[in-house]
């Protein structure tokens, strides 16, 4: 099965990785509040009525901006809690190693902590790939 494009904008796409059952967001500079919670509805009306198997979520953040702290608190609140209960078994993000974005993962890691979903830090795709797939295998 190919994967499958289920969001496209100027500020991210999102497929679904038949492989490693999980869906993929590479996100582009800034996005609104609205555009923000727009793409993870999106994403959670997939993984609910999509029929196929959502196990994870990797997100590519290297090229993203600045994350708005309303956006933040409600993927915090709303977003994760919602695809763990619908399934989620875990994350993965992709980013540069900067000190602004390790502030704002740090953050998001102490919610996934909450949810017991585990969540780990990758500079590439490729060890993020390997990290999902032996997950997966268990």
Not at 15 to 36: A, S
Not at 42 to 54: D, H, I, K, T, Y
Not at 104 to 109: G, Q, S
Not at 121 to 133: I, Q, R
Request: hydrophobic share 40%; charged share 20%; aromatic share 16%.
């Amino acid at each position: 099965m190919p994967s499958l494009q289920i969001f496209n904008s100027s500020y991210a796409i999102a497929i679904y990785n038949p492989d490693l059952k999980c869906i993929e967001v590479t996100w582009h500079g800034n996005q609104t509040f609205e555009e923000y919670k727009d793409l993870f509805n999106a994403l959670l009306e997939f993984q609910r009525n999509s029929g196929l198997e959502v196990n994870g979520y990797l997100s590519d953040i290297r090229d993203q901006g600045v994350v708005n702290p309303n956006s933040r608190k409600w993927f915090e609140q709303v977003a994760l809690p919602t695809a763990v209960n619908q399934g989620l078994k875990w994350a993965a993000v992709v980013f540069d190693g900067s000190t602004f974005k390790r502030y704002y993962l740090n953050l998001i890691l102490q919610v996934a902590n909450v949810y017991v979903l585990p969540l780990k830090f990758f500079n590439t795709k490729e060890d993020a790939y390997s990290w999902a797939e032996k997950l997966n295998l268990k």
